[in-house]
């Protein structure tokens, strides 16, 4: 039952996106009730069909009427006089002009509603879908540490694509389809009279095996979705993961893995297939039977010139036309519920607590003058496994200009607390100050406007080298790019591609060594200018000649700035003003190197087991380094 409530209510979100495609949509069902309407109409000239034009003592100039008006309890008259032009009243041409008319509206209804209602429909998803990317976009680190990028992007294609094809497609077949059924509904009841009464039997009939039809294929398309599902998610690892199935020689596992997925999706298929097409020719079984039935009663009905032979075809017709739209709704039904249960994860995503929020009365940070200060910061990370203890009682001071290093094995929290400077995540305890400012009091895009981050991943995106560059600032001029690259070391390769700086580069783009990708990233901080730098330096040893160039590229990005590092290079370590060793999400020592070294344990051992390895075999003294210092 509160299923059935919360499906409704998600209904009611997609109609409230609607709502600006409401005068489409209200011309789509005016359009879409003039398909039933004249479609009706249609079945209507059967009867003169074969009554008037094709038997053969039809009297010419007699008035053709359409709906008797003697029929039952309905005293309306409708005869082909009253709508055709008087210039064509003869037999053959009323017929056929009524015929082509009739049909050329029908079409234009059935264009324009199409049309319309699928307007309305795709309208409403660009909406949701814009909305959805948005809410997604500006969400909180947490968010993305929570939902898996397989999931999201789910939800923005595979999700929206089935809410799209029953907001668009299903819709407009529907509303035509209902008005059709009313139309056709109207015409058996006006055309039959008593004789259409023998029909309500079958309605019950009709119904359960619906449902019954309708409920088996739901079940049956779900289990199709959860096996294509497991199919993307073979796919998604077997390619991403390429290198390891390679490396451990897993093809030919990886293939049987898959084809007895596929198998299991082509068996989920054929259930739905089997299911879904007892329908037809159930449905034409009941038809034939009632239609069988109707032939007798007709039969008596036209011997006593109660009915023409030509209104009990059009009531045939009718019927049959009838079961059109009733088959096909059990196919929409299926299509909203589907729409319905997706809707869920993408509501669910909207919906979804943000963490890190701006205070209404956030104030803008001013250019950083003076210190950041983490005072008594503790963090947890809470999951649903439970709550994971990070930092605790972080006391730290750092001054204008400073470089500050971290330290400490993996796992102690160095990650953890350089991401609370940029306010990826808010503090569980205690608080960091920027200049005095609580994080949490200024505005988000203030504070990330004064920090600059070079991640061990450098993310460049699919487009040229000048954009990756001046990624955030579209509109700086190229002499400030080109200095930004000189900085980094990264001019002279870059001249050296094909198209220069406008080289396109990127996931599928041109490749790019480690170092040089580290140097691009370097110049895009540069460029940035921002006072405050995060650098989290590469584990992975480059050769000699790419690591003398990534750290002359660093010092000079390094200049000038407060720079907090976590370091993993000896050279690193040595420019920094202060170290600070990470332990178990503390800070347990201090200083500098040569302090360091003489009184903590941790760093003697950090210096013998993972300085002293990374570190390439000569570090030359760079001049701009020096310059720094
Ligand atoms: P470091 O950078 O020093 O290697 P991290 O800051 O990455 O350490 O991690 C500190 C601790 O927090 C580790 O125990 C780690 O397992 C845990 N941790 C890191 N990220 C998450 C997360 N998203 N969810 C839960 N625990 C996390």
Same mark, same amino acid.
């Given at each position: 039952m509160s299923s059935t409530r919360a499906g409704s209510n998600r209904f009611l979100r997609l109609l409230h996106y609607a709502r600006r495609y409401l005068p489409a949509a209200i011309i789509a069902v005016i359009m879409a009730a003039g398909v039933g309407l004249f479609d009706a109409f249609r079945v209507l000239l059967v009867g003169p069909i074969f009554? /008037?034009?094709? &038997?053969?003592g039809g009297i010419p100039h007699k008035k053709i009427s359409l709906i008797p008006s003697e029929f039952g309890h309905f005293h309306l008259h409708l005869t082909l006089q009253q709508l055709v032009?008087?210039?064509? &009243? /003869?037999d053959w041409n009323m017929v056929a002009y009524a015929l082509v008319i009739s049909t050329l509206l029908k079409g234009i209804c059935s264009y324009a509603g199409t049309y319309l209602a699928s307007y309305a429909g795709f309208g409403t998803i660009t909406d949701l879908r814009d909305d959805l990317y948005e809410i997604i976009l500006r969400r909180s680190v947490s968010f993305f540490q929570k939902h898996t990028t397989g999931t999201l992007l789910s939800a923005l294609v595979t999700d929206i694509e089935r809410v799209q094809l029953a907001m668009s497609t299903v819709l407009s077949g529907f509303l035509q389809q209902f008005f059709t059924l009313v139309a056709m509904t109207a015409l058996v009841i006006v055309l039959?009279?008593?004789?259409?009464? #023998?029909?309500? #039997?079958f309605i019950p009939l009709v119904f359960i095996s619906m449902r019954r039809i309708g409920r088996g294929v739901r079940k049956s398309t779900r289990k199709g979705q959860d096996k294509l599902a497991e199919i993307q998610n073979i796919l998604h690892e077997t390619i991403t993961g390429n290198r390891i199935v390679k490396a451990f020689n897993m093809e030919s596992w990886e293939l049987v893995r898959f084809r007895a997925a596929a198998r299991r999706l082509l068996s989920a298929n054929m259930r739905t297939v089997s299911t879904q097409s007892v329908s037809s020719p159930l449905m034409d079984l009941i038809g034939a039977v009632a239609i069988a039935l109707l032939l007798k009663l007709g039969h008596i009905a036209i011997n006593h010139h109660q009915m023409k032979p030509g209104q009990f075809m059009a009531l045939i017709v009718a019927l049959f036309k009838l079961y059109d739209p009733v088959r096909r709704f059990a196919v929409y039904y299926n299509n909203f519920q589907q729409a319905v249960g997706s809707s869920q994860a993408i509501f669910d995503f909207i919906d979804d607590e943000e963490h890190v929020v701006e205070k209404p009365d956030a104030v803008a940070l001013t250019q950083f003058h003076d210190s950041i200060v983490l005072d008594h910061v503790g963090f947890h990370y809470s999951d649903e496994e439970g709550v994971k203890e990070a930092l605790q009682d972080v006391d730290l001071t750092i001054r204008r200009g400073e470089v500050i290093a971290l330290v400490g094995p993996?796992?102690?929290?160095k990650s953890t607390l350089v991401s609370l400077i940029p306010r990826f995540f808010d503090v569980t305890s205690g608080r960091v100050l920027i200049d005095g400012h609580d994080l949490r009091d200024v505005t988000l895009a203030s504070l990330r406007h004064q920090i600059a981050t070079v991640t061990q991943e450098t993310i460049l995106f699919n487009d040229t080298v000048r954009n990756n560059i001046a990624y955030g600032q579209p509109d700086v001029n190229h002499e400030r790019i080109l200095e930004a690259a000189k900085a980094a070391l990264a001019h002279n390769f870059i001249e050296q591609m094909p198209d220069g700086y406008n080289t396109v580069i990127g996931e599928k783009g041109f490749r790019l060594s480690g170092g040089e990708r580290q140097r691009l990233a370097i110049a895009r901080a540069i460029l940035k200018n921002a006072p405050i730098l995060i650098l989290d330096e590469a584990t992975s040893a480059l050769d000699a000649e790419s690591e003398s160039l990534v750290q002359t590229a660093l010092a000079n990005l390094m200049q000038d700035r407060t720079s907090i590092v976590i370091a993993h290079r000896l050279s690193t370590v040595r420019r920094a003003d202060r170290i600070a060793v990470i332990e178990a999400g503390r800070i347990t020592a201090i200083g500098s190197h040569e302090e360091l070294l003489l009184t903590s344990p941790t760093y003697q051992k950090l210096y013998k087991l993972q300085f002293m390895n990374i570190e390439p075999t000569k570090v030359p003294d760079l001049p701009v380094s020096e310059a720094a210092e």
């Open positions: 009554d /008037n034009v094709l &038997h053969p032009p008087s210039g064509l &009243h /003869n039959g009279g008593e004789l259409a009464w #023998i029909l309500v #039997i993996s796992g102690a929290g």
